[in-house]
């Protein structure tokens, strides 16, 4: 079965503070993708990982974000300094078909940054 | 690079009628096609994929699409919408390789008139 969960659900912090947001695959995944998702429009692609190996950075990460998969199961997204701008879905994503590069996405953690 | 085009972001139609929901992608490699469904406040959710098989796809809930290379199009259809339809259709690329982001077109809202 194929499933993620994504924690915190819904975050809401003040400009300046850092955040970090985690998911969790429930079985083995070899790549792992984040994306982030403003209102009104499509997710975008920020980064993702072949196990535990950070494969390709988005220019949308800047260097305040830092992502992290240390034993190439779960993840985690670090925004530091966070920023109104910042606010947003944040969206993990699970390889189902290498091949064809189907992905299953999470339910999200959405940021509000006041 | 690849893009999607959602040549349209509203569409509204009367429960019953046929849906049809655009999509044009530019794309250097052969691609792989999704179109993703978003409800209100729920997770993005797989309806169907092209992947160099046959050219019309069929998904789930009735939904279908065809591949036309020569037009670059590959639109999302259904005969007869149903009130639980209404959502966010997103058309989706990804080069076929299997090792690259998703790229997602910006969303076409679906609604539908009881």
């Known amino acids: 079965d194929t499933g993620v969960s994504q924690n915190p659900r819904h975050k809401i912090t003040k400009r300046g503070q850092n955040v970090t947001f985690r998911c969790d695959p429930i079985s083995e995944h070899n790549r792992l993708y984040w994306y982030r998702q403003t209102l009104g429009q499509g997710p975008e692609f920020l980064t993702y990982?072949?196990?535990?190996?950070?494969?390709?950075k988005s220019r949308l990460l800047s260097d305040r974000f830092s992502a992290e998969r240390p034993k190439g199961s779960f993840s985690t997204l670090e925004i530091q300094r966070t920023e109104q701008g910042d606010s947003a879905m944040y969206l993990c994503?699970?390889?189902?078909?290498?091949?064809?590069?189907?992905?299953?996405f999470g339910p999200g953690t959405r940021l509000t940054v006041l | 690079a690849q893009s999607v085009t959602q040549l349209d972001s509203h569409v509204s139609v009367s429960e019953g009628t046929p849906v049809l929901l655009r999509c044009n992608y530019s794309?250097?490699?052969?691609?792989?096609l999704f179109w993703y469904v978003q409800h209100p406040n729920k997770g993005l959710q797989l309806l169907l994929k092209?992947?160099?098989?046959?050219?019309l796809v069929k998904g789930i809930n009735g939904f279908e699409a065809e591949f036309k290379k020569s037009e670059t199009s590959f639109h999302l259809t259904k005969p007869s919408a149903h009130m639980s339809d209404a959502a966010e259709y997103f058309c989706?690329?990804?080069?076929?390789?299997?090792?690259?982001?998703?790229?997602f077109g910006k969303g076409t809202r679906l609604s539908v008139i009881a």
């Open positions: 989706v690329v990804s080069v076929d390789s299997g090792n690259t982001p998703l790229v």
């Open positions: 092209y992947t160099s098989a046959a050219t």
């Open positions: 794309s250097s490699y052969s691609p792989s």
């Open positions: 994503a699970l390889d189902l078909d290498f091949l064809d590069n189907e992905q299953f």
């Open positions: 990982f072949q196990n535990e190996a950070q494969l390709e």
